[in-house]
């Protein structure tokens, strides 16, 4: 069983629609919790942390579901600019490893 | 800001080729990781290191090694490169319990 695993999409939506991405991981140790921003032919780049109690930056809003072992991001007002792969990232419980879910793709279309 | 910086963006080598892959970070961060991206594969550990002179095998490290003399320097070798390691090369950088930092990425291609 994979430690982390995401729906690879692609999730084709219009500019200003709302769109979640969920996320499970296996190991219930685990302690941290990122998502990730890559866009095509660079790299990835931490979009933001997801803490117990849910955390929001903006348009953007991560959850953690310890019980279900599940995170989310959801987007808000969805701009073409966001359009890209998100990559949902699980750390160790002794935090210097790491284990990426495979992306989700996202279009934002005008 | 963090940096994270590869020594190129680009590099094409030939099978059987002695390759090395550099990597620096300016934040004194402890723990740095190489990985390798193919398209539907996602991002791969090869290895990590979470100290100086110290390393750790992730899930693919077969036919790579690496060596960190300093801490902010994490080098990758492929002894004798072959087709099978044309890839997306990236080096990251962390501190324990914090989200980790990429450089910009090497396209390696083996010929």
């Known amino acids: 069983r994979k430690e982390v695993e995401q729906d690879p999409g692609p999730f084709n939506v219009p500019e200003g629609a709302t769109v979640a991405f969920n996320c499970t991981y296996s190991?219930?140790?685990?302690?941290?919790f990122f998502w990730y921003r890559q866009d095509c032919r660079k790299e990835p780049k931490l979009l933001m942390s997801?803490?117990?109690s849910g955390n929001e930056d903006g348009r953007f809003t991560a959850q953690l579901n310890r019980a279900s072992q599940y995170i989310s991001l959801l987007i808000r007002d969805s701009k073409l600019s966001d359009s890209a792969t998100y990559l949902c990232v699980v750390a160790s419980n002794t935090g210097n490893q790491f284990y990426f879910g495979t992306g989700t793709s996202l279009t934002v279309i005008p | 800001d963090v940096k994270v910086t590869q020594s190129s963006r680009y590099l094409v080598k030939r099978t059987g080729e002695k390759v090395f892959l550099e990597c620096v970070q300016d934040m004194d961060h402890e723990n740095m990781f190489w990985y390798r991206q193919d398209p539907g594969l996602g991002l791969r550990l090869i290895y990590f290191s979470y100290d100086v002179k110290m390393k750790e095998k992730g899930d693919i490290p077969e036919g790579y090694s690496v060596s960190r003399e300093k801490k902010e320097r994490f080098s990758l070798i492929l002894e004798s490169a072959s087709t099978n390691q044309t890839s997306m090369y990236l080096c990251?950088?962390?501190?324990?319990?914090?989200?980790?930092?990429f450089g910009p990425g090497t396209r390696l291609t083996v010929t």
């Open positions: 190991n219930s140790a685990s302690q941290s």
């Open positions: 997801v803490y117990s």
């Open positions: 990251a950088s962390s501190f324990s319990g914090i989200g980790q930092y």
